[in-house]
Protein backbone atom coordinates (compact mmCIF):
# COMPACT_ATOMS: atom_id res chain seq x y z
CA UNK A 1 0.00 0.00 0.00
CA UNK A 2 1.15 3.31 -0.91
CA UNK A 3 -0.77 5.16 1.20
CA UNK A 4 -1.52 8.61 -0.16
CA UNK A 5 0.93 9.99 -2.82
CA UNK A 6 1.27 13.30 -4.36
CA UNK A 7 3.32 14.62 -6.98
CA UNK A 8 5.38 16.85 -7.82
CA UNK A 9 7.51 17.02 -4.42
CA UNK A 10 8.50 20.31 -5.55
CA UNK A 11 7.69 22.79 -7.99
CA UNK A 12 8.81 26.55 -9.06
CA UNK A 13 6.60 28.80 -10.94
CA UNK A 14 6.50 32.62 -11.92
CA UNK A 15 3.28 34.55 -11.21
CA UNK A 16 0.51 34.09 -13.39
CA UNK A 17 2.04 30.48 -14.96
CA UNK A 18 -0.91 27.78 -14.68
CA UNK A 19 -0.42 24.01 -12.78
CA UNK A 20 -2.08 20.93 -11.32
CA UNK A 21 -1.15 19.33 -7.95
CA UNK A 22 -1.98 15.59 -8.47
CA UNK A 23 -3.05 13.50 -5.49
CA UNK A 24 -4.04 9.74 -5.09
CA UNK A 25 -4.47 7.32 -2.32
CA UNK A 26 -4.87 3.70 -2.64
CA UNK A 27 -7.24 3.03 1.23
CA UNK A 28 -10.62 3.21 -0.52
CA UNK A 29 -11.35 6.21 1.06
CA UNK A 30 -14.76 8.56 0.51
CA UNK A 31 -12.86 11.93 1.55
CA UNK A 32 -9.97 13.50 0.02
CA UNK A 33 -8.86 16.86 1.19
CA UNK A 34 -6.24 20.13 -0.06
CA UNK A 35 -4.24 21.86 2.75
CA UNK A 36 -1.57 24.34 2.44
CA UNK A 37 0.86 24.58 4.99
CA UNK A 38 2.16 28.63 5.85
CA UNK A 39 4.84 28.77 8.59
CA UNK A 40 3.47 29.49 11.60
CA UNK A 41 -0.25 28.88 10.49
CA UNK A 42 -1.05 24.88 11.21
CA UNK A 43 -2.95 23.36 8.01
CA UNK A 44 -5.82 25.74 6.50
CA UNK A 45 -8.62 23.60 4.23
CA UNK A 46 -8.33 24.72 0.58
CA UNK A 47 -11.02 21.85 -0.47
CA UNK A 48 -12.13 18.57 0.28
CA UNK A 49 -14.23 16.04 -1.32
CA UNK A 50 -16.89 13.95 0.62
CA UNK A 51 -17.24 11.43 -2.28
CA UNK A 52 -16.36 11.13 -5.71
CA UNK A 53 -18.17 13.52 -7.32
CA UNK A 54 -18.47 16.06 -4.95
CA UNK A 55 -16.00 18.90 -3.85
CA UNK A 56 -16.65 22.00 -1.28
CA UNK A 57 -14.58 25.11 -0.40
CA UNK A 58 -12.38 24.74 2.52
CA UNK A 59 -11.36 28.12 4.77
CA UNK A 60 -8.97 29.53 1.65
CA UNK A 61 -10.59 28.35 -1.63
CA UNK A 62 -9.89 32.11 -3.79
CA UNK A 63 -7.23 31.24 -6.79
CA UNK A 64 -7.84 27.26 -6.65
CA UNK A 65 -10.00 25.00 -8.49
CA UNK A 66 -10.32 20.89 -7.36
CA UNK A 67 -11.53 18.11 -9.65
CA UNK A 68 -12.44 14.46 -7.90
CA UNK A 69 -11.38 12.46 -10.72
CA UNK A 70 -12.21 9.40 -9.80
CA UNK A 71 -12.88 7.69 -5.59
CA UNK A 72 -8.66 7.31 -6.35
CA UNK A 73 -7.65 11.00 -7.15
CA UNK A 74 -8.07 14.44 -6.09
CA UNK A 75 -6.34 17.26 -7.91
CA UNK A 76 -5.57 20.91 -7.28
CA UNK A 77 -5.37 23.39 -9.81
CA UNK A 78 -3.83 26.89 -9.59
CA UNK A 79 -4.99 28.54 -12.88
CA UNK A 80 -2.84 32.00 -12.16
CA UNK A 81 -0.20 31.70 -9.63
CA UNK A 82 0.57 34.44 -7.24
CA UNK A 83 3.45 34.91 -4.87
CA UNK A 84 1.01 34.88 -2.00
CA UNK A 85 0.18 31.09 -2.81
CA UNK A 86 3.58 30.06 -2.29
CA UNK A 87 3.62 27.25 0.54
CA UNK A 88 3.65 23.58 0.94
CA UNK A 89 0.50 21.88 -0.15
CA UNK A 90 -0.71 18.67 1.61
CA UNK A 91 -3.30 16.30 0.18
CA UNK A 92 -5.04 14.22 2.30
CA UNK A 93 -8.02 11.11 2.92
CA UNK A 94 -10.00 9.43 5.38
CA UNK A 95 -13.04 7.15 6.15
CA UNK A 96 -15.79 9.59 7.70
CA UNK A 97 -15.37 10.25 11.25
CA UNK A 98 -11.65 8.69 11.49
CA UNK A 99 -8.48 9.91 11.08
CA UNK A 100 -6.65 11.39 8.25
CA UNK A 101 -3.75 10.21 6.03
CA UNK A 102 -1.35 12.58 4.64
CA UNK A 103 0.60 12.70 1.59
CA UNK A 104 4.41 13.83 1.66
CA UNK A 105 3.60 17.46 0.32
CA UNK A 106 4.26 19.85 -2.22
CA UNK A 107 6.64 22.28 -1.59
CA UNK A 108 5.49 25.35 -4.28
CA UNK A 109 7.53 28.62 -4.54
CA UNK A 110 5.64 31.12 -7.03
CA UNK A 111 8.28 34.21 -8.11
CA UNK B 1 -10.92 31.93 13.11
CA UNK B 2 -9.13 28.14 13.86
CA UNK B 3 -10.92 26.18 15.98
CA UNK B 4 -8.28 24.41 17.70
CA UNK B 5 -5.53 26.43 19.83
CA UNK B 6 -2.03 24.34 20.91
CA UNK B 7 -0.34 25.66 23.88
CA UNK B 8 2.78 26.27 24.40
CA UNK B 9 3.45 27.26 20.61
CA UNK B 10 7.14 25.48 21.38
CA UNK B 11 8.43 23.48 24.50
CA UNK B 12 12.16 22.46 25.03
CA UNK B 13 13.05 19.55 27.61
CA UNK B 14 15.26 16.79 28.20
CA UNK B 15 15.16 13.22 26.99
CA UNK B 16 13.31 11.58 29.65
CA UNK B 17 11.24 14.07 30.64
CA UNK B 18 7.28 14.29 30.06
CA UNK B 19 6.00 16.17 27.73
CA UNK B 20 2.55 17.92 27.74
CA UNK B 21 0.58 20.03 25.58
CA UNK B 22 -2.52 21.20 25.35
CA UNK B 23 -5.15 22.00 22.78
CA UNK B 24 -8.72 24.32 23.24
CA UNK B 25 -11.33 24.59 20.86
CA UNK B 26 -14.74 26.44 20.60
CA UNK B 27 -17.43 24.66 19.46
CA UNK B 28 -19.33 21.34 19.85
CA UNK B 29 -17.20 18.49 18.52
CA UNK B 30 -17.52 14.28 17.45
CA UNK B 31 -13.44 13.63 18.04
CA UNK B 32 -10.36 15.15 18.58
CA UNK B 33 -6.90 14.29 16.97
CA UNK B 34 -3.30 14.62 17.79
CA UNK B 35 -1.29 14.44 14.79
CA UNK B 36 2.77 14.65 14.60
CA UNK B 37 4.47 16.52 11.88
CA UNK B 38 8.34 15.88 11.37
CA UNK B 39 10.29 18.23 9.50
CA UNK B 40 9.49 18.48 6.09
CA UNK B 41 7.21 15.69 5.99
CA UNK B 42 3.49 15.01 6.31
CA UNK B 43 1.25 14.73 9.58
CA UNK B 44 1.10 10.91 10.86
CA UNK B 45 -1.91 10.44 12.89
CA UNK B 46 -1.06 9.77 16.47
CA UNK B 47 -4.56 9.28 18.64
CA UNK B 48 -8.32 9.52 18.10
CA UNK B 49 -10.65 10.18 21.00
CA UNK B 50 -14.04 11.11 21.00
CA UNK B 51 -16.48 12.72 22.08
CA UNK B 52 -17.75 10.33 24.78
CA UNK B 53 -14.13 9.41 25.85
CA UNK B 54 -12.14 11.18 28.62
CA UNK B 55 -8.81 9.55 28.69
CA UNK B 56 -7.05 7.51 25.75
CA UNK B 57 -3.73 5.90 26.03
CA UNK B 58 -1.52 4.57 22.92
CA UNK B 59 2.32 3.90 23.72
CA UNK B 60 3.61 6.51 25.75
CA UNK B 61 1.06 8.64 24.68
CA UNK B 62 -1.58 9.95 27.14
CA UNK B 63 -4.87 12.12 25.94
CA UNK B 64 -7.40 13.39 27.84
CA UNK B 65 -10.73 15.27 26.97
CA UNK B 66 -12.23 17.32 28.63
CA UNK B 67 -15.85 18.75 26.79
CA UNK B 68 -17.16 20.83 29.35
CA UNK B 69 -13.63 22.82 28.93
CA UNK B 70 -13.19 22.26 25.82
CA UNK B 71 -9.80 21.62 25.74
CA UNK B 72 -7.53 18.59 25.22
CA UNK B 73 -4.25 17.44 26.39
CA UNK B 74 -1.35 15.33 24.98
CA UNK B 75 1.41 13.67 27.10
CA UNK B 76 4.29 12.08 25.92
CA UNK B 77 5.88 10.29 28.68
CA UNK B 78 9.67 9.18 28.87
CA UNK B 79 10.66 11.51 25.49
CA UNK B 80 13.24 10.86 23.47
CA UNK B 81 15.05 12.70 21.08
CA UNK B 82 13.20 11.35 17.89
CA UNK B 83 10.17 13.00 19.33
CA UNK B 84 11.21 16.14 18.23
CA UNK B 85 8.45 17.46 15.98
CA UNK B 86 5.38 19.84 15.63
CA UNK B 87 2.31 18.45 17.56
CA UNK B 88 -0.99 19.06 16.06
CA UNK B 89 -4.58 19.10 17.34
CA UNK B 90 -7.41 18.66 14.88
CA UNK B 91 -10.80 18.70 15.80
CA UNK B 92 -14.43 17.03 13.89
CA UNK B 93 -17.22 20.01 14.66
CA UNK B 94 -20.32 18.42 15.50
CA UNK B 95 -22.34 19.79 12.67
CA UNK B 96 -19.92 19.54 9.80
CA UNK B 97 -20.94 15.96 9.12
CA UNK B 98 -17.07 14.00 9.54
CA UNK B 99 -16.10 16.82 6.45
CA UNK B 100 -13.76 19.08 7.38
CA UNK B 101 -11.34 18.67 10.13
CA UNK B 102 -10.34 22.11 11.68
CA UNK B 103 -5.99 22.04 12.91
CA UNK B 104 -4.22 24.20 15.33
CA UNK B 105 -0.90 26.17 14.40
CA UNK B 106 0.54 23.26 16.48
CA UNK B 107 3.36 23.09 19.34
CA UNK B 108 6.96 22.45 18.48
CA UNK B 109 8.40 19.81 20.60
CA UNK B 110 12.40 19.81 20.76
CA UNK B 111 14.00 17.02 23.23
CA UNK B 112 17.37 17.23 23.81
CA UNK B 113 19.86 14.71 23.94
Known amino acids: NAGVTQTPKFQVLKTGQSMTLQCAQD?????MYWYRQDPGMGLRLIYYSASEGTTDKGEVPNGYNVSRLNKREFSLRLESAAPSQTSVYFC??????????FGPGTRLTVL | SQQGEEDPQALSIQEGENATMNCSYK?????LQWYRQNSGRGLVHLILIRSNEREKHSGRLRVTLDTSKKSSSLLITASRAADTASYFCATDPKYNYGQNFVFGPGTRLSVLP
Open chain 2, 27 to 31: TSINN
Open chain 1, 27 to 31: MNHNS
Open chain 1, 92 to 101: ASSAPRHEQF
